[in-house]
Nanobody, 125 residues
């Protein structure tokens, strides 16, 4: 059973930084992609960034390019999201997701079959 455990959320002032971590457990071979999504109440889940674990290719939402960086530590089965220059509009619940096939667009939540429980990020102005 694949398990994803997120950590690192919290409250920060605009312009500040946070680093989210997502540790993966419960499988013996690598998943194909690991991504971060975010959601605010009343809105659809939005793709933030994804890394393809084999190639290392990364993709970002336009709204976070140049501010957020996704990276992986294969030895620890962990993916990180470094978030700099945070803005109040980045406030959301952030979820980690992964899948073994990732067949589709990186920011399509339906291609990910495994999700973490979420970690809250709150950015105040």
């Amino acid at each position: 059973q694949v398990q994803l455990v997120e950590s690192g959320g919290g409250s920060v002032q605009a312009g500040g930084s946070l680093r989210l971590s997502c540790a993966a457990f419960g499988y013996s071979y690598s998943t194909n992609c690991m991504g971060w999504f975010r959601q605010v109440p009343g809105k659809e889940r939005e793709g933030v960034a994804t890394i393809y674990t084999g190639s290392g290719s990364t993709y970002y939402a336009d709204s976070v390019k140049g501010r957020f960086t996704i990276s992986q530590d294969n030895a620890k089965n962990t993916v990180y999201l470094q978030m700099n220059s945070l803005k109040p509009q980045d406030t959301a619940m952030y979820y980690c997701a992964t899948d073994f096939t990732c067949d589709g667009s990186w920011n399509d939540a339906s291609i990910y079959n495994y999700w973490g429980q979420g970690t809250q990020v709150t950015v105040s102005s």
